[in-house]
C-alpha cells in the first residue's frame, strides 16, 4: 500500500517497529523525530534549544531523501515533556520555517523515549510534479500574442502564440479571429493583424 519507506543516513533509525517516514502518493508521514544525534544514536547535549534544533535536523534530512524541503510540510505536531520551555523551543522552531506556516499542535507529556525533552512528527506534502508543471507553464509565455490568457494553447492547440503550433486565419475578420485572438475593427484576420 506504502509507495516507500523513507530512512536517511543522515537522521536516526528507527528505535522501534516503524518507519521514520512513509510515503504514500503525494503525502509522507514523518514519525516523531526525537533529538537524536544519528552518529552517536544519544540524545544531543544541551537543553530545549538543542535538542529541538536536531529534531527539525532530523526532518529536514528525511525530507531531503525525497528532494522536499521544510516548506513542504503542513502540519507538525510538538512534544514537550515542559511547556514552560514553549518560548524557547518556539525560537528554534521559527528558524526552520517561513511564512505561511504549517499547521501546529503542541502537547504536554509526562515523557518521552531516550528522556528526550521534544519531539516531532510532521505531515507532508510532496508538490515537486505541480511546481514544476507550474514552471513549464509560466516558460509557455503569451507576449505578444493577442491573445491573452484565454489562448488554450496546449501540444497540439492553434493560437499563433509564436510557439510551433500550425495556425492559420483564412477568412475575413468578423470579430473573432479563432482561439480567443480578437481583432480591431474592420482589420483582416491575418498572423500579422490580428494574433501577431
Known amino acids: 500500500m506504502f509507495t516507500k519507506s523513507i530512512t536517511s543516513n543522515n537522521a536516526p533509525k528507527a528505535i522501534g517497529p516503524y518507519s521514520p517516514a ?39 534530512a528525511l525530507l531531503a531523501e525525497m528532494n522536499l524541503e521544510m516548506r513542504h510540510i503542513v502540519k507538525t505536531t510538538v512534544f514537550m515533556t515542559n511547556l514552560s520551555d514553549f518560548s524557547l523551543m518556539n525560537e528554534i522552531y521559527s528558524t526552520y520555517f517561513a511564512d505561511p506556516y504549517p499547521a501546529r499542535s503542541t502537547v504536554e507529556v509526562k515523557a518521552l523515549p531516550k528522556g528526550a525533552l521534544i519531539e516531532i512528527e510532521a505531515i507532508v506534502i510532496d508538490t515537486l510534479l505541480y511546481e514544476q508543471q507550474v514552471r513549464q507553464q509560466q516558460g509557455h509565455s503569451h507576449e505578444g500574442c493577442g491573445c491573452g490568457d484565454s489562448c488554450g494553447c496546449g501540444d497540439d492547440d492553434e493560437c499563433g502564440c509564436g510557439h510551433d503550433h500550425d ?6 475578420c468578423d470579430g473573432n479571429c479563432g482561439d480567443a485572438c480578437t481583432c480591431g475593427d474592420n482589420e483582416e484576420c491575418t498572423d500579422s493583424t490580428c494574433c501577431g
Request: glycine share 8%.
Open 167 to 172: 495556425h492559420d486565419h483564412e477568412h475575413e
Open 22 to 60: 512513509v510515503k504514500l502518493g503525494d503525502f509522507v508521514y514523518v514519525s516523531g523525530q526525537l533529538p537524536v544525534d544519528p552518529e552517536t544514536n544519544e540524545i544531543v547535549e544541551g537543553g530545549i534549544q538543542e535538542q529541538t534544533y536536531q529534531v527539525l535536523k532530523n526532518v529536514e
